[in-house]
C-alpha cells in the first residue's frame, strides 16, 4: 500500500522505482569495498571515485544511459530535494558497457560526484540505474548544471527512453 501512495503522489515513479532488479546491475568500488549487492553500506570515502559499473547482458549494438541518483536529499524522511543527480552518462556502446567501460565511448551529460550526505541525516540510498536508449546514439542537450530536484521522468520522456533494464544501490551516510 505505500508503494501504491509513493507512486500516485509521484515521490517514485514507475520507470525509476528505487529499487534493486534481480539479478542487480554489477557495481563495484576499489579497495576493500568490492562488489554492491543491493543495499551494501559503502564508508564515504570510497565513494568518492566512480565505481566500476557492468551489465554483462547488454546488447552490443545498442546504446545505454547511466544515472546515479540520490532520493534521499535531503534526508530520507524529508526527500525535499531529491533526487539528485550524481552521474549521467549517455550514449555508451553496449559492447563497452558489457564490459564496464561506460566512459571511453560514451557521452558524459553530468560528472559522476560522489555522495555528500550531510550529518544528521541518516543513511541515503544511491541508485545506480541502466536504461536502453531508442537509438545507440542520442543527441542530448546539455543539462543544467543545478543537480538537485532532477525531472527524472521528464528526462526519460524527453528522449523517449522506456523502463530501467537494470539497477543496484548502496548506502552511505556522513
Same mark, same amino acid.
Given at each position: 500500500?505505500?508503494?501504491? $501512495?509513493? $507512486?500516485? /503522489?509521484?515521490v517514485? +515513479?514507475?520507470?525509476?522505482?528505487?529499487?534493486?532488479?534481480? =539479478?542487480p546491475? /554489477?557495481? #563495484?568500488?576499489?579497495?576493500s569495498?568490492?562488489?554492491?549487492?543491493?543495499?551494501?553500506v559503502? =564508508?564515504? =570515502?570510497a565513494?568518492?571515485? !566512480?565505481?566500476?559499473?557492468s *551489465?554483462?547482458? @547488454?546488447?552490443?549494438? !545498442?546504446?545505454? $544511459?547511466? @544515472?546515479?541518483?540520490?532520493?534521499?536529499?535531503? #534526508?530520507?524522511q524529508n526527500?525535499?530535494? !531529491?533526487?539528485?543527480r550524481?552521474?549521467?552518462?549517455?550514449?555508451?556502446p553496449? +559492447?563497452?558497457?558489457a564490459?564496464?567501460?561506460?566512459?571511453?565511448?560514451?557521452? +558524459?551529460?553530468t560528472? *559522476? @560526484?560522489? =555522495?555528500q %550526505?550531510?550529518q544528521?541525516?541518516?543513511?541515503?540510498?544511491?541508485?545506480?540505474?541502466v536504461?536502453?536508449? %531508442?537509438?545507440?546514439?542520442?543527441k542530448?542537450?546539455p $543539462?543544467? /548544471?543545478?543537480?538537485t530536484?532532477?525531472?527524472v521522468?521528464?528526462?526519460?520522456d524527453?528522449y523517449g &527512453?522506456?523502463?530501467?533494464? &537494470?539497477?543496484?544501490?548502496f548506502?552511505?551516510?556522513f
Open positions: 500500500m505505500l508503494l501504491l $501512495l509513493l $507512486l500516485l /503522489s509521484g517514485l +515513479t514507475d520507470a525509476v522505482y528505487f529499487n534493486c532488479t534481480n =539479478p546491475l /554489477s557495481v #563495484s568500488f576499489p579497495d569495498v568490492g562488489k554492491v549487492l543491493c543495499g551494501t559503502v =564508508p564515504k =570515502p565513494t568518492q571515485l !566512480a565505481p566500476f559499473v *551489465y554483462p547482458n @547488454a546488447v552490443g549494438s !545498442a546504446g545505454y $544511459l547511466l @544515472a546515479m541518483l540520490d532520493p534521499d536529499a535531503p #534526508s530520507h526527500p525535499t530535494r !531529491a533526487p539528485i550524481h552521474w549521467l552518462v549517455g550514449n555508451i553496449g +559492447t563497452d558497457l564490459v564496464g567501460n561506460v566512459t571511453t565511448s560514451s557521452l +558524459t551529460l560528472p *559522476y @560526484a560522489g =555522495p %550526505p550531510s544528521g541525516t541518516g543513511f541515503h540510498r544511491y541508485v545506480l540505474f536504461f536502453q536508449q %531508442p537509438a545507440p546514439v542520442v542530448y542537450a $543539462l543544467s /548544471s543545478n543537480r530536484n532532477f525531472d521522468d521528464g528526462f526519460l524527453l &527512453i522506456a523502463d530501467k533494464q &537494470i539497477s543496484n544501490f548506502d552511505t551516510e
